[in-house]
């Protein structure tokens, strides 16, 4: 946790640009076909914690130490912010580092129970409710399961960022009535497609969101126009090199406001169109 006590320092911030940069340029010359997965990975961090109305509620799913909280309240204090993390020891960290959060000790799901969680002591930040293929790195806990429905009611939530290591489909089912109420725009993880229970995963996501008239969106597509993913387009995004680990969900009535935004935040002058003074 000697990494936990820089989050939201100007140290931290520091080595989080660093970091990031070493990354871009190790791609850039080691590993070119990795560079596009990348930069959306990094692009969709600056955009769902700029992304928040003033006011509105932001809930950080998966919330680890804090980084992406530390970076919302730095853009803008006025975000009321909702932590769900479900390591004991992370929850008390967040806690004691942002005391004006509220947070909640559990994992997501589409029901009440204890469940068994598993630990990746070496990257604590993959660890999850599903089982690793390399078992030999874990260690199992029991923790408490609820559904987003059962902890939270509230009516201005704006964004909710969904990092849960293969379990997203269940945060979605289990918040299915505050997502319908809210229409807040979603950031979620999906990643590779190792067998056919992640890519029947990958699909019932798609179809989920598609019922609620969600569009999917990689992250360097939603400050544009153009329509969402289709189904194919979705999972051919996740085969090698993948187009990116992290997706925007934006309900479909919302798209051209939250376009806007992803606009002001990049700095995008949008092009006019030909013939205007």
């Not at 820089?6 to 560079?35: K, M, N, P, Q, W």
């Not at 544009?224 to 995004?237: A, I, K, M, R, T």
Request: proline fraction near 4%.
């Amino acid at each position: 946790m000697i990494r936990a006590s820089f989050v939201g320092t100007r140290v931290g911030r520091f080595g989080l640009a660093v970091r990031s940069a070493a990354e871009l340029l190790h791609a850039t010359f080691l590993d070119l076909e990795s560079i596009g997965t990348l930069a959306n990975d990094h692009l969709a961090a600056r955009l769902v914690t700029r992304l928040c109305l003033p006011g509105k509620g932001f809930i950080d799913v998966g919330a680890h130490i804090g980084s992406i909280i530390a970076a919302v309240i730095e853009h803008d204090s006025s975000i009321r912010l909702y932590a769900v993390e479900p390591m004991a020891e992370k929850v008390a960290h967040l806690r004691r580092r942002f005391p004006s959060v509220e947070v909640h000790q559990c994992a997501l799901g589409d029901g009440y129970g204890e469940v068994p969680f598993f630990v990746n002591p070496r990257a604590s930040g993959y660890s999850s409710l599903l089982a690793s293929a390399n078992a030999e790195e874990t260690f199992r806990v029991t923790v408490s399961l609820k559904p987003l429905d059962g902890i939270m009611t509230s009516d201005d939530i704006d964004v909710i960022k969904i990092d849960v290591e293969g379990a997203e489909l269940g945060v979605l089912r289990g918040g299915n009535d505050l997502i319908v109420k809210n229409r807040p725009a979603i950031l979620f993880e999906s990643g590779a497609l190792h067998n056919d229970d992640a890519t029947r995963a990958a699909e019932s996501i798609w179809l989920w969101l598609q019922d609620r008239n969600f569009d999917i969106v990689v992250p360097n597509r939603l400050a544009h126009n153009g329509p969402g993913l289709s189904l194919d387009g979705f999972l051919e995004s996740h085969h090698y090199p993948r187009r990116t680990t992290n997706y925007f969900a934006i309900p479909r009535e919302r798209r051209v406001e939250i376009r806007d935004r992803a606009r002001e935040i990049l700095r995008i002058v949008a092009a006019r169109p030909r013939g205007s003074a």
